[in-house]
């Protein structure tokens, strides 16, 4: 979560957002990814742009291996 990042979390919380509930967490990120996406981001050139790709990719590490599967995919014309 982006709870070690205190400028996004200031952003967040200007837009209502409410980051108390850790079980919320995978229904918030996609949250944050359709607000990335509508929200243009100021990069570091000054350039505003979505920061958001075409898809959500959830990746898992234990013992046992990595495990990625894809949350959420937005169509061509919605992506960045």
Known sequence: M???NPALIARLEA????LSDERRDQQRLIELLHHQLTVADVLPDSAQSSTVGAFAQQTVITAQ????????????????
């Not at 990625?68 to 992506?79: H, L, M, N, S, Y």
């Open 2 to 4: 982006p709870s070690d």
């Open 65 to 80: 291996g990595i495990f990625t599967r894809v949350v959420k995919r937005w169509p061509a014309t919605q992506a960045a």
């Open 15 to 18: 837009h209502g957002w409410d």
